[in-house]
T-cell receptor, first 114, second 118 residues
Framework: QQQVKQSPQSLIVQKGGISIINCAYE??????FPWYQQFPGKGPALLIA?????SEKKEGRFTISFNKSAKQFSLHIMDSQPGDSATYFC?????????????FGTGTRLKVLA | ETGVTQTPRHLVMGMTNKKSLKCEQH?????MYWYKQSAKKPLELMFV???????ENNSVPSRFSPECPNSSHLFLHLHTLQPEDSALYLC?????????????????FGDGTRLSIL
């Protein structure tokens, strides 16, 4: 119940294409869903996040789609660029229980071809 | 300096050595975290400190010993490590606000210490 399942493990997209990464969860207590971007040799950096009271959030070329009934959320990268090549992690946070614990997916390695 | 700074960036140690990882956050946050990142595995939360008090220990072996002397600094003391402990160790911080039900306070990560156990 504490897992967040992320797919695909790796993704290759042509420049200008749409990259889509999916995550699924079981725990209905999760109430905050961030996405992190990690470049080699760097720590994860917050990219975009959503709460379950909205179905979509867009920031520039990055969009999170959230389906509460299906317990799924996805990251869409529009007009993908070679600079977007990185590993992307979804995460989920449960409602307060005395800790602020994120559960992370296993990551998706994205490569955008020039 | 800004953000979350971790030192050293790389560390190679023998199984019998004792070393420490250091993390410093310049964001004014009151919670700090240690994570372990291994290839093809989710980030594993190791320890959480909230207002300098350890609030979580995720069944981490005693050969890892955290220390949080103040809200800006976090250490991870290492001794008698095993080869399977080789990984990237990430520090993160966030602002915990009472009464906001913990919503929308993202964790900010450092660039990690790449640890190799010989």
């Amino acid at each position: 119940q504490q897992q967040v399942k992320q797919s695909p493990q790796s993704l290759i997209v042509q420049k200008g294409g749409i990259s889509i990464i999916n995550c699924a969860y079981e725990n209905t207590a999760f109430d905050y869903f961030p996405w992190y971007q990690q470049f080699p040799g760097k720590g994860p950096a917050l990219l975009i996040a959503i709460r379950p009271d909205v179905s979509e959030k867009k920031e520039g070329r990055f969009t999170i789609s959230f389906n509460k009934s299906a317990k799924q959320f996805s990251l869409h990268i529009m007009d993908s660029q070679p600079g977007d090549s990185a590993t992307y992690f979804c995460a989920a946070k449960a409602r307060p229980s005395g800790t602020y614990k994120y559960i992370f997916g296993t990551g998706t390695r994205l490569k955008v071809l020039a | 300096e800004t953000g979350v700074t971790q030192t050293p960036r790389h560390l190679v140690m023998g199984m019998t050595n004792k070393k420490s990882l250091k993390c410093e956050q310049h964001l004014g946050h009151n919670a700090m975290y240690w994570y372990k990142q291994s290839a093809k595995k989710p980030l594993e939360l190791m320890f959480v400190y909230n207002f300098k008090e350890q609030t979580e220990n995720n069944s981490v072996p005693s050969r890892f010993s955290p220390e949080c002397p103040n809200s800006s600094h976090l250490f991870l003391h290492l001794h008698t490590l095993q080869p399977e402990d080789s990984a990237l160790y990430l520090c993160a911080s966030s602002q915990v606000i009472s009464g906001d039900r913990g919503r929308g306070q993202p964790q900010h990560f450092g660039d990690g210490t790449r640890l190799s156990i010989l």
